[in-house]
Every structure is written in structure tokens, then in C-alpha cells.
């Protein structure tokens, strides 16, 4: 079945280690995206990606990083600068530019918690 | 970031009752879409709008992309407890550097 899938689901981590959340697509999708959600907040971009080798920061991409090597992966890695790390993050991905290519579909998240 | 206006924030109503909520913007948008989302789980894409005045449904949701290009709806009919979640609407607009745009959600509970 395509589809997008993160992992872990959970994960916890100590203040000041770096972690790095998985996502990875088979839908052949060129644009993948990351975003981060907190209560009463909605979804706020943190990086998004239009091509392989390629991608720019969203809204709040400091203390975050990126890599696209490959079009079917786009992790993000949480780096110890990110302030307040404790959020449920939330990948997507999309067929890319064009006004009919705009539906994001949507991995089930994973949920940091750093203690 | 932009963000569309989204209302209400909140409902909760009762098994059977029709629900109704909009997204405004201040900016035309190219394209509307409404998620769901569970606790727990990401969004799950709903309807997709691609024409201003476009009406379109999908069993008891039907939203429509407003005239002005600057606003839509979402209705459920008949509202059922696995209705309850956060309903997100999100705009696209290519000079928006090709991202989507989204509302803070309506979350929306049902009593049975």
C-alpha cells in the first residue's frame, strides 16, 4: 500500500541530544514537507522540500535541520538548539508544484518528548 | 507564517445536528482543502476545491469554494460521534512560495 510512514511513533530523549525523526514516502511524490503541532496552535512548517537535493526553511526551522538525498526520504533531525523540542511532529508529502498537485497527505506523526 | 481565519475554534453539539464552519482570508487562494484530524494521528485529507463556486461533497461533508476565491465552508450533515476530531482548512496560492496555508482547526465534539 503507498503511503507515507514515520518512526518511531513515541520517542523520548534527554535536553541536549540530537534526535532524528524518519520519513519516508512511496508515493512517488516530489514535495515532502515537516511540520510541527502544538496544542491549540495548528500545523506550523518547519522545512519542506520541492525536489531531491533541495529544500527551504518554513516558519520556524531554527533548531532544526534537514536532508533530501533521496525522494522518497525526508528526515528531520532536532538538533539541541530547538529550544522547546516537545511537540508531535507531523510529515507530508505532496506531487509537488501546480495548483492541482497541492493535496498534502500526511504520515501519523511522531510525538518527542524530551525530558 | 500567514495563517487563514478559522471559526469557530470550538463546538460541541448533539448526535444528529448539522455543522457548519468557515476559513477567510485575506487573500485570494487557487485552491481549498479541508482535513480531519484524529487524536494521535495526522490529518486526513476530506475535500479538495479547485474552482471558485465549486460545491462539492463527499457523503455527509460538502464544502464549497467561495465566489471570491477568498473564503470556504465545510458542512457536516447529521453529525455522528466519529465526527469528532479537528477540521483544518488549507489554502494554496503559488505566490505563496508554492506552501500551503493553513487554519488553527475547529475541534468539534459530539454528544451521543
Known amino acids: 500500500d503507498g503511503g507515507i510512514t514515520q518512526s518511531p511513533k513515541y520517542l523520548f530523549r534527554k535536553e541536549g541530544q540530537n534526535v532524528t525523526l524518519s520519513c519516508e514516502q512511496n508515493?512517488?511524490?516530489?514535495?515532502m514537507y515537516w511540520y510541527r503541532q502544538d496544542p491549540g496552535q495548528g500545523l506550523r512548517l518547519i522545512y519542506y522540500?520541492?525536489?531531491?537535493?533541495?529544500?527551504q526553511k518554513g516558519d520556524i526551522a531554527e533548531g532544526y535541520s534537514v536532508s533530501r538525498e533521496k525522494k522518497e526520504s525526508f528526515p528531520l533531525t532536532v538538533t539541541s538548539a530547538q529550544k522547546n523540542p516537545t511537540a508531535f511532529y507531523l510529515c507530508?508529502?505532496?506531487?509537488?508544484?501546480?495548483?492541482?498537485?497541492?493535496?498534502?497527505?500526511f504520515g501519523q506523526g511522531t510525538r518527542l518528548t524530551v525530558v | 507564517g500567514q495563517q487563514l481565519n478559522q471559526s469557530p475554534q470550538s463546538m460541541f453539539i448533539q448526535e444528529g445536528e448539522d455543522v457548519s464552519m468557515n476559513c477567510t482570508s485575506s487573500?485570494?487562494?487557487?485552491?481549498w482543502l479541508w482535513y480531519k484530524q484524529e487524536p494521535g494521528e495526522g490529518p486526513v485529507l476530506l475535500i479538495a476545491?479547485?474552482?471558485a463556486g465549486e460545491l462539492t461533497s463527499n457523503g455527509r461533508l460538502t464544502a464549497q469554494f467561495g465566489i471570491t476565491r477568498k473564503d470556504s465552508f465545510l458542512n457536516i450533515s447529521a453529525s455522528i460521534p466519529s465526527d469528532v476530531g479537528i477540521y483544518f482548512c488549507?489554502?494554496?496560492?503559488?505566490?505563496?512560495?508554492?506552501?500551503?496555508?493553513w487554519g488553527l482547526g475547529t475541534s468539534l465534539a459530539v454528544n451521543p
Open positions: 522540500s520541492q525536489i531531491v537535493n533541495d529544500f
Open positions: 488549507a489554502g494554496y496560492n503559488a505566490g505563496n512560495n508554492r506552501k500551503l496555508i
Open positions: 507530508a508529502s505532496s506531487r509537488g508544484q501546480g495548483i492541482l498537485n497541492t493535496e498534502a497527505f
Open positions: 487573500s485570494i487562494f487557487n485552491t
Open positions: 508515493l512517488n511524490h516530489d514535495a
Open positions: 476545491l479547485y474552482k
